[in-house]
């Protein structure tokens, strides 16, 4: 069952609209609509004088505040700076308003360029044909390819946004009424651009960017003139858009320091008052104290690494010297230690400084390192120590800041470790306190950034005055009353500061809907969601569809063991597998698999047939090795066409009930899937009954073959009366009577395709009963081919591929026989607002 929704719309007060929201989002009920601005157009024009008047009380009440609190607009300065302000507002609104038809304009006239226009595109209806540009859903493209096909229509798109295409369209005068129709229900909004543009794109686009600078320069003018105003009048808040960047910057910086102090918050740990300036606070605070303490930690690790440095060295130097040499520099001369590895290096710096004025004094060390101390004039050091340090010589500092003797330097260096392991005791204490600290706080801060994050979120897509805010949405009809109490509380809670209106759909608007069925069906509606969601006067198909769809995998695929070992799968995927599979939820496809199991497992006991082994039938007369007996054959394709003609005419019943719900009476009647095509396709199924002979019902419902004679019985007629009908369509409907002959001979051709097409029920089902008769022969000819190519390869082809074709075709008949001939599926999927 569909439920549609009801519009929703709600007035109140700037210091109040967060309270509106929060509650909103906690209720769940909501799913909020972004208000454009077309929509704020459109409102002006409805509520102007409603908004007028309240304005108006609302400034007489700031007025009488500032009287009774000494601050009355007195008639000279501060009287004109108030209406200046106001001035300055109101054009404001009018640049911004200009900004966005600017940009817009300029993003057609870029998509026209992707498009490959060059010249602007000639719009309007000349002589036969019109054309159109207008933006689109992306989404929303697929439906009107669909809806295009096979019809006199030229179309042309290219990308406009992420999430939107600017589409071109060309076609015949006679098809616009209906074209427009479709269009409104896609989303479809149509594009203007002023005559006053060059034909030439490249020179449009550069008109428009010099407006757009010019205009963008004037609102950049106005923001600055406000925001001086700003500090001498009260009342005024920021931009959303401001302050929601401030909120996600603020809410990032929250989840940096989570993932650093305490990756495993789950929820609040601490209730707490909070506002964004004590979130800001806070924030600051620990990323302050945060870098300060790891950016202690990180000295202190500095220098205990130097420190150990230090005290391996002197520990090798001990073997070798009680007393460590002087370094540093003085007046003239320079003195520094280190270490160098290895012979070679030694004897070619040995080499450099061959006639030089350097001193060298040397210690061996543990294997081919050496400990050198040098002393040279300052003027050669750098020199030196360049020479050095290609000979991979790595100097030793910080010797000169310790004893001179060697045991009590090691000393020392213990004593100031044995410091350091101390700080860093104390400092690693001073940052657990603040993780324990940050744990208790952020849950709370994490909540109230998220609540508000999408609070600030959902006033964007609203409308504002100075004053007040509008808020609209959509709430599902049967939670209509309970949101009204709901909000009569809130209402009471502040103040009286909220006005409530529910109000019906416009006509062509799209409506959300929600689905309601029962729960056996429930996982149906992912296939219906899969063709497309149904709209608010649509006819919910999910339950038919459910069982049509099973009950024709069931004729395709009909086995009892396999229909069992499909059920152990379903229970496999839904109940312990629980994981996404294939990128599809393993519990929906389990679920489904259910479904198809059992209705496999009731035909296979019907037809006899359990692992691809022939076992009794249980349908009277029919026998064990039925599939080499024609006439069972021929028998199996007439159920197969019956079952097709009756899910044929199910679907234009369920047409006509449709157009009736749109109103569309002419369309019910004469259309070729309302009472017309219904009248000739009955007419046209039973004169093919004459034509050939059939036995419907042996004894009760019999065809005598007539041939050519079939054209003289009354279902013939009543065939062409059907088609009158539609060929007198599009006189009622004013259309072109040459696209209602044309409707008429594909409604005809469509008749015999769409019948015969059911045919494939029967194919399958004789498909799975040839590969058992096939492991019978195999078993016959030889039991060990027969087990393990017969019993084993064929009974794993079944379940996989033959599963998945079998399952591809019951779905391909539902959605291309069944759907096409009355299901728009051009809704979209209720989805209430939740904090």
């Known amino acids: 069952m569909i439920i549609p929704a009801k519009k929703l719309l709600i007035v109140t007060l700037r210091d109040r609209e967060t309270q509106v929201l929060r509650r909103l989002g906690e209720l769940g009920v909501v799913q909020l609509r972004k208000l454009t601005d077309e929509d704020a157009s459109k409102f002006r024009e409805m509520e102007v004088e409603k908004l007028r008047e309240l304005e108006k009380i609302y400034h007489k ?12 607009f007195e008639e000279g300065e501060e009287r004109k700076l108030y209406e200046e302000y106001t001035r300055l507002k109101n054009r404001l609104d009018d640049f911004l308003i200009k900004q966005s038809i600017l940009k817009k304009r300029k993003a057609v006239v870029e998509a026209l360029l992707r498009m490959g226009e060059k010249q602007l595109p000639e719009l309007g209806n000349f002589g036969e044909i019109f054309s159109i540009i207008g933006i689109l859903p992306r989404k929303r493209l697929q439906d009107l390819e669909r809806f295009l096909a096979n019809k006199p229509f030229a179309m042309k798109y290219a990308e406009f946004s992420t999430d939107q295409v600017l589409v071109h369209l060309i076609g015949l005068l006679d098809l616009q009424d209906d074209l427009e129709k479709v269009l409104v229900q896609l989303e479809f909004e149509n594009v203007k651009l002023p005559e006053n543009l060059p034909k030439d794109c490249h020179e449009a686009l550069l008109i428009l960017d010099e407006e757009l600078s010019r205009v963008t320069d004037e609102i950049d003018s106005v923001k600055k003139a406000l925001e001086d105003m700003k500090k001498r009048l009260t009342g005024f808040v920021t931009e959303e858009g401001v302050e929601l960047e401030r909120l996600r910057k603020l ?16 929820k609040p740990m601490e209730k707490m008052e909070l506002d964004e300036k004590t979130v800001r606070n806070l924030i600051n605070r620990f990323h302050r104290e945060y870098n300060s303490i790891r950016r202690r930690i990180h000295e202190l690790e500095w220098e205990q690494k130097k420190l150990e440095k230090l ?36 004897k070619r710096f040995t080499q450099f400084i061959s006639g030089k004025s350097v001193a060298v004094q040397r210690f061996d060390l543990e294997g081919e390192s050496t400990f050198l101390y040098i002393i040279c004039f300052k003027d050669q050091s750098r020199e030196i120590k360049i020479q050095l340090a290609s000979l991979g010589f790595k100097e030793v500092e910080g010797l000169s800041k310790l004893p001179r003797k060697v045991d009590e330097a090691l000393k020392y260096i213990a004593m100031k470790l044995e410091e350091i392991r ?75 500061a909220l006005f409530l209106e529910i109000m019906d759909p416009e006509p062509g608007e799209e409506v959300p809907t929600a689905l309601r069925n029962p729960k056996p069906f429930k996982v149906f509606e ?52 629980k994981k996404r599979f294939l990128g599809i939820n393993s519990q929906k496809l389990g679920t489904l698999m259910i479904g198809l199991g059992v209705s496999s497992a009731f035909f296979g006991l019907l037809i006899g047939e359990f692992f691809l082994i022939e076992t009794t039938p249980f349908i009277p007369g029919l026998h064990a090795g039925w599939i080499e007996d024609p006439n069972v054959t021929l028998w199996l394709i007439k159920i197969a066409i019956f079952f097709g003609v009756a899910q044929i005419l199910l679907a234009m019943a369920l047409a006509i009930r449709n157009e009736l719900r749109h109103g569309d009476i002419i369309e019910a009647i004469l259309g070729q899937h309302g009472l017309a095509g219904v009248i000739s396709f009955i007419g046209f199924i039973l004169t093919a009954f004459y034509f050939v002979g059939i036995t419907v019902i042996p004894g009760l419902i019999e065809f005598p073959e007539l041939g050519m004679g079939a054209l003289t019985q009354w279902p ?11 060929i007198l ?58 087990i393990g190519m017969g019993l084993i390869f064929l009974n794993l082809f079944a379940l996989t591929i033959e599963l998945m074709v079998c399952m591809i075709q019951a779905l391909r008949l539902l959605y291309y026989e069944f759907f096409t001939k009355f299901y728009r599926g051009t809704g979209s999927p209720y989805r209430p607002w939740k904090i």
């Open 526 to 577: 992912s296939l219906i969601a899969q063709y497309g969601w149904p709209g608010h006067k649509e006819i919910d198909p999910t339950v038919i569809s459910g069982i049509l769809w099973t009950l024709m995998f069931g004729l395709m695929f009909p086995d009892l063991g396999h229909g069992i070992a499909i059920i152990a799968m379903g229970l496999f995927f839904s109940r312990v597998f």
């Open 422 to 496: 101390i700080e860093r005791e104390r400092v690693e204490a001073k940052l657990e306190n603040l993780k324990r600290e940050f744990a208790s706080k952020a849950g709370a801060i994490l909540s109230y950034l998220e609540v508000h994050l999408k609070i600030g979120e959902a006033l964007m897509g609203t409308l504002k005055s100075e004053t007040m805010r509008v808020i609209q949405g959509w709430v599902l009809a049967d939670q209509v009353e309970e949101l009204k109490l709901e909000l009569e509380r809130l209402r009471r809670r502040i103040g009286g």
């Open 729 to 786: 369509k599009p006189v009622f409907a004013k259309e072109s009577l040459s696209m209602g002959i044309g409707n008429v001979l594909e409604t005809v051709t469509a008749f015999l395709a769409n019948t015969f097409s059911y045919a494939r029920i029967a194919g399958f089902a004789i498909v799975h009963a040839a590969l058992a008769m096939v492991v019978y022969r195999l078993m016959e000819a030889n039991p060990i081919m027969g």
């Open 311 to 346: 005290n391996s060295i002197l520990k090798k130097l001990k073997e070798v010297t009680d007393e460590l040499p002087e370094t540093g520099d003085f007046e003239t001369i320079s003195a520094f230690t280190g270490i160098l590895d290895g012979k070679d290096a030694l």
């Open 716 to 726: 013939f007629f009543l065939m062409i009366a059907g088609i009158i009908m539609m």
């Open 251 to 266: 809410y990032e910086d929250v989840v940096r320091l989570q993932r650093t102090l305490s990756p495993h918050i789950a």
């Open 61 to 72: 009440f700031i007025e009488l505040c500032r009287m009774l609190t000494g601050s009355l």
